[in-house]
């Protein structure tokens, strides 16, 4: 859950749309729209919002609503406050209870679990005893102990953690185990944010959150929003690119910003969960998708298994990924089929 404040620097946003892509005369209404701005930190990072209102008032109410949600969503999904939902259910690993878990966060374990099993637990939930290793080895410029990686290592696997689908409930089979949905929960806090204000009825919207996003209607007599991707930081990696999106989710995944570097080798957030360890190829992946959870999930299942392993996984779930890798000081691109299409002119 946790990113980076510079992530905003580096997925900058452009509302300014170049000349040719008015699709159509705006609507009556439209032109009585104006363009407001909010930013808040929550879940630990910068969320964004920018919305066409017709006044003031109903922005602020809009906005006000929908960053309220996003601290709820942070209340029962983060893994930092001892209190949250996740955390409470993360105490009962490995006492053989089945716990209720409210709407939200059953949602957000269903889909986790889905994605685990499609990549194989490339993709998995459960890695939080080994993500803090990770976190502290941050802080400490400091390779995690051997001993303490096969500790953790033996509470992870997305197979302990048991869904029943019809009770809605939580079961962690075994104890030390620990849920870190940091890899997806912004994503669904981003969809869920852009429904609070569609019922507000602002639909034109787009909400960032830590560079993640939920793109809602576009701007006024915009084809969509226009974001801009920033190139993979090694040489001969490919330039700055635009995409235009609507009604989508972004995401994007990579070892830019959080990573530590150990004698030499740079390790990344995002952990192989199979081995414990930080990705240490520098990528960069971008998703998109028909919600933000989708393409927050998925841009973190690429980065572990790569493009290639991960299209027909992409395919699935009708989304389009691009993926840089740099491999032995050569730039690989990888790219779905349809991405393309969402790429636009500088
Ligand atoms: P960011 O937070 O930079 O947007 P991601 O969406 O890829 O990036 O999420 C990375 C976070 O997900 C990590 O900080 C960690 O909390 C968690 N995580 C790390 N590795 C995995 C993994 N293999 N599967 C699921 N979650 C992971
Ligand atoms: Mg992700």
Redesign the pocket.
Known sequence: M??LMNRILWLAISWICVAGCVSHAPKQTDAQLQRFEFQKPEMGLPFRIVLYAPDEKKANEAAAAAFQRIGQLNDIMSDYDEESELTLLSKTAGQGKAVKVSDDLWRVLDRAQQLAKESDG????T?GPV?QLWRKARREQKLPDRENLAIARAAVGFKNLQLDQKLHTAELLVSRMKL?L??IAKGYANDEAMKVLRSHGVTRALVTG???MAAGDPPPGKKGWRIELAPLDVPNAPPTNFVMIANQGL?T?GDLF?HVEIDGTRYS?????RTGIGLTDHSLVVVIARDGMTA?GL??TL??IGGEKGRRIVEGHHAEARMVRNVSDRVEIFETVGFKKYLQDK
Do not use: L, Y
């Open positions: 946790r990113a490339a993709f998995d939930i890695v993500v870190d940091g890899a830590g560079g993640d995401a995944s959080q957030h995002i952990v192989d969960p927050d841009s973190t980065s572990v």
